[in-house]
């Protein structure tokens, strides 16, 4: 199999993952913080393995998930085309999601970065990159806003995702304005994306229903 720079990338990032579980395990507790309320506050904890190995492993499972999809989607041809935003989702979100486990690891070794302060740049710039990734991607199996609309008709599709991106875009900016109320940051963030999905759906029937008609 061929890899790209980009998926390639993905490997580096999967694999720094595991070295930096392995690097930290004999310095970390046996039980480790591993989840946060919407205060910021630590409500649930996992053995050291599993608070150390949990996400790399779900990055393994990803990193096999997002390799496949260009090549086993039926509409391949139009992801190659949108191909750049594609990579630059699934790398920005790689990041993300290495960042978490680093936060994890420094919460446990005692340096306690809120994640209410951390969750607002890092959310608003994924939610941001989303909006572009919407607003140019092609009809395809796996990524947008996959309604049984949108999948059948390539007007619907398109429209959908214009105003889909520009939402998202301004999820971001909202998800950015939470970093001012860190007790109510999770409903900057989770608030306008069912906003959003809701919103999206029904906009994507009501424009199909007016296709029909046209």
């Known amino acids: 199999m061929n890899l790209n720079k980009s998926e390639l990338f993905l490997l580096i990032l999967f694999l720094i993952s595991f070295i930096i579980s392995f690097y930290f395990y004999p310095q970390l507790p046996d039980e480790m ?19 150390l190995f949990l996400l790399p492993f779900i990055l393994t499972g990803l990193t096999l998930l997002f390799i496949a999809i260009p090549r086993v989607d039926p509409l391949k041809e139009n992801l190659e085309k949108s191909r750049k ?27 306690k970065i809120s994640l209410n302060l951390f969750l607002p740049i890092a959310v608003g710039i994924m939610f941001y990159y989303i909006g572009g990734l919407l607003e140019n991607i092609k009809r395809n199996w796996f990524i947008g806003i996959r309604t049984p609309w ?27 304005i939470g970093i001012f109320f860190p007790d109510q940051i999770i ?9 959003i999905a809701l919103y999206t759906v029904i906009y994507s029937y009501l424009e199909f229903q007016k296709q029909l008609k046209t």
């Open 33 to 51: 913080a591993s989840h946060w309320n919407a205060q910021g506050e630590v409500n649930g904890y996992l053995s050291k393995f599993w608070g």
């Open 187 to 195: 409903y900057f963030i989770i608030i306008p994306a069912i906003l």
């Open 85 to 111: 935003y594609y990579n630059g989702f699934i790398i920005l979100f790689f990041i993300f999601m290495l960042l978490i486990q680093i936060h994890i690891i420094l919460w446990n070794l005692g340096t």
């Open 150 to 176: 949108t999948m059948s008709n390539e007007k619907v599709w398109e429209k959908t995702h214009k105003i889909g991106g520009k939402l998202f875009r301004l999820a971001g900016i909202i998800a950015f």
